[in-house]
């Protein structure tokens, strides 16, 4: 049967996408109006479309530095959870025993503990040992990462047949070779869901890194956006053009990777 | 390879290092706290169970449990409801589907503490002037009253994950055998009767997922509850995550606050296996 087209249903759709992005045009225009103009006329685009606000903006949020710090952390933790769960996770479907399924079912079970009941002996801990820090926040990432990276690749690992691995082994590989040159490439697919969610998550966390970085200069963009508000509450022009300058780098990725991002969103929670 | 190699613990090691000390160990530690005099620095003496006994007689945390439970129960119905709907339209004779999709999905992308900024603003500036505009002054003062506060939370939680719940049913709905659809339209269903017969236990599975990441995202919320109302006015928006937020960095009362995040890893852990248990049971009935 071929589908009919639903007219009604086309306009119901656009008029919900409008609505839904209502807050962000309504975010943009006003980033472009003084704080009289705001005062005066939330709704139309502005009298003229003036860089000041972020000019400003930019300046006070350190914006580039704010931005490689965000894209340091993200990107180490993210390659870290990558390989160290796929290893582990590795370790875990070719070894079957009673042990390798304690230890799945204790990450597996991790997830249920929410961060609020570890955050405090976490960072008092951690404190002791001078690492809070950005080494020390991508190490918990990678802690608290692990879980659903785990899950995911084990539940990928145990679709590829032993044999291979086998095969690899009788023509001379070790396990790191067979591990690294064998199945690790044929779990891109994996890779990539692994990958998405872990960078939506570490991306745009805020409360570790309140808890964790606080060094001036070390900030990532949540952190500085947050400090940037208190000094701006009154001050919506310079607010909202610092909003903007926040969420400018997430729209670049969301227009790259769309079609990867919703497939992995969709693949983690499916699996 | 066997758990005997060497090679076992070592493709092991990372993570379960990272994960004993910044999960596990911290856990142990946080229940043993829990039930001492800790201050952050000194272990103090051990009270037994005193801080859990306060903390039933503490209006402020109880208020705070009240209110997430209040929140976490219209922003489920309210997100599954929408998210379902969504999924239904953008799986439907529609050509502008990849474009919607997309569109109800992008707000997920953004971080929380972000997103309640700029709801913040739509709140105080935009329905204030809009409000003028139509003459509705209800519309003034949003999030300065504990009513209005509470579905300016619902609101903003509904407008984010319902796109990410869309997603979930979307994958569901697509993955429905199509044969079941066109053979239930041939008998002469209705829409309604092909949704209520057909499609739906055919998505239950979806539920079980998604009612598990929005009870547990409502449930656990922080970020968007500091920026949009910090927990304002009065502390009446206040939400579990925050309140034992400051009781432990603000009030410096660690272990009385850590007895409150045990009762919360409790609450949290009962109502996912709860939940999770009973979807299941009826995804076998259907």
């Known amino acids: 049967m071929k589908k009919k087209w639903n007219i009604k249903l086309e306009v119901l759709g656009v008029l919900l996408a409008i609505l839904w992005l209502a807050p962000f045009y309504l975010m943009f225009v006003n980033s472009f109006k003084s704080k009289k103009e705001i005062f005066m006329d939330t709704i139309s685009p502005p009298e003229s479309w003036s860089f000041d606000n972020y000019i400003k903006a930019f300046e006070e949020l350190d914006f580039m530095q704010t931005l490689f710090n965000s894209l340091l952390i993200t990107v180490i933790s993210v390659v870290l959870i990558i390989l160290f769960s796929a290893m582990a996770a590795y370790a875990l479907s070719r070894a079957k025993s009673k042990l390798s399924t304690v230890f799945f079912f204790t990450f597996v079970a991790a997830m249920l503990i929410p961060f609020q009941s570890v955050m405090i002996p976490l960072v008092t801990v951690f404190g002791k040992f001078d690492m809070l820090n950005r080494g020390g926040l991508i190490f918990m990432y990678i802690g608290f990462g692990a879980s659903l990276s785990i899950f995911l690749y084990h539940g990928a690992l145990n679709n590829i047949p032993r044999s291979l691995d086998e095969a690899a082994t009788i023509d001379g590989a070790n396990r790191w070779q067979v591990f690294w040159h064998i199945i690790f490439p044929i779990l891109k697919p994996i890779t990539v869901t692994v990958a998405i969610l872990n960078i939506i998550w570490i991306w745009n966390d805020y409360l570790l890194p309140s808890l964790v970085i606080n060094t001036p200069g070390s900030e990532t963009i949540p952190l500085k956006m947050f400090f940037f508000f208190g000094e701006y509450t009154k001050q919506w022009h310079l607010a909202l053009a610092g909003l903007t300058l926040a969420i400018v780098p997430v729209i670049i990725f969301y227009f790259f990777a769309q079609r990867e991002i919703i497939k992995g969103v969709s693949d983690g929670a499916v699996k | ?286």
């Open chain 2, 1 to 286: 390879m066997r758990t005997k190699d060497l090679s076992y613990w070592l493709f092991l090691a990372p993570v379960l290092l990272a994960l004993t000390l910044v999960v596990i160990v911290p856990m142990l530690l946080g229940v043993y706290y829990s039930f001492t005099t800790w201050n952050g620095i000194n272990t103090g003496e051990f009270v037994g169970f005193q801080n859990y006994i306060d903390l039933f007689h503490d209006q402020r945390f109880l208020d705070s449990l009240w209110f997430t439970t209040k929140f976490s129960v219209v922003s489920v119905i309210l997100i599954n409801v929408i998210g379902l709907s969504l999924a239904l339209l953008v799986t439907g004779r529609v050509r502008s589907s990849k474009l919607l999709r997309t569109t109800f999905f992008m707000p997920n992308l953004i971080g929380g503490l972000i997103l309640g900024f700029i709801w913040q603003f739509i709140f105080i500036k935009v329905f204030a002037s809009v409000g003028e505009i139509i003459g509705m002054e209800s519309l003034q003062g949003w999030l300065s009253t504990t009513d209005t506060g509470f579905w300016g939370l619902v609101i903003l939680m509904s407008w984010q994950m319902a796109g990410y719940i869309m997603v979930i049913y979307i994958a569901y709905l697509e993955g429905m055998p199509k044969e079941l659809l066109e053979a239930s339209e041939i008998d002469g269903a209705s829409s309604f009767q092909r949704f209520r017969f057909v499609v739906f236990p055919l998505v239950a599975p979806a539920f079980t997922v998604s009612m598990f990441l929005t009870l547990s995202n409502t449930f656990k919320l922080y970020d968007q509850n500091l920026s949009l109302t910090g927990g304002g006015p009065y502390n009446s928006t206040e939400m579990v995550a925050m309140e034992i937020f400051k009781t432990a960095f603000m009030q410096n009362a660690f272990a009385y606050a850590q007895a409150k995040a045990v009762i919360f890893f409790i609450i949290v852990a009962i109502i996912a296996l709860v939940q999770v248990y009973l979807n299941k049971r009826k995804e076998v009935e259907m």
